[in-house]
């Protein structure tokens, strides 16, 4: 079984969720054959508890290219699928979504875009939820101040 959450000495893995409740990285695991589940569970386990080197290269690559800035994958090569996640504050890896596909070098470039996509919301909910706990803050737990 595959945990929304892998936490580690090395690293820390958790599954994106947007503001609907929904997780994409964990609909894609949920979704992809249970022996490609267990090798994504083993990487994340590898990953969490000794970092990279853990992991063989081809299991673990950093995205190049325009707009791919702090986007990751980890790769099932056996079962043709990837799950892209983003790496915050040196330990944090952030799932964000995971694909199939037949190119085994380079992913199709709209699956790629999706993943730019959902890393932005992340990255903007994370911002105004740290907005709305400095107001929090700020009001002593009230709510806004007037």
Known sequence: MVS??????????YAYVDNSGHSLAMQFLE???KRSRAKYAHMFECHAKVG????RREQHRKLTGRGQDDLFEYKDISGKSRLVHTLERGNLHVLLYGFTGKNEDDP?????????????????????????????????????KK
Not at 52 to 55: E, I, K, R, T
Request: cysteine-free; overall charge positive; charged content about 40%.
């Open 52 to 55: 990279l080197s853990g992991l």
């Open 4 to 13: 929304d959450a892998y936490l580690g000495p090395e690293k820390h893995i």
């Open 108 to 144: 199709d470039p709209g699956q790629i875009l999706r993943a730019i996509r959902v890393r932005d919301e992340y990255f903007r909910r994370k911002e105004e939820i740290e907005k709305e706990v400095q107001r929090s803050r700020f009001t002593g737990g009230r709510g806004r």
């Open 31 to 33: 979704e992809i054959p």
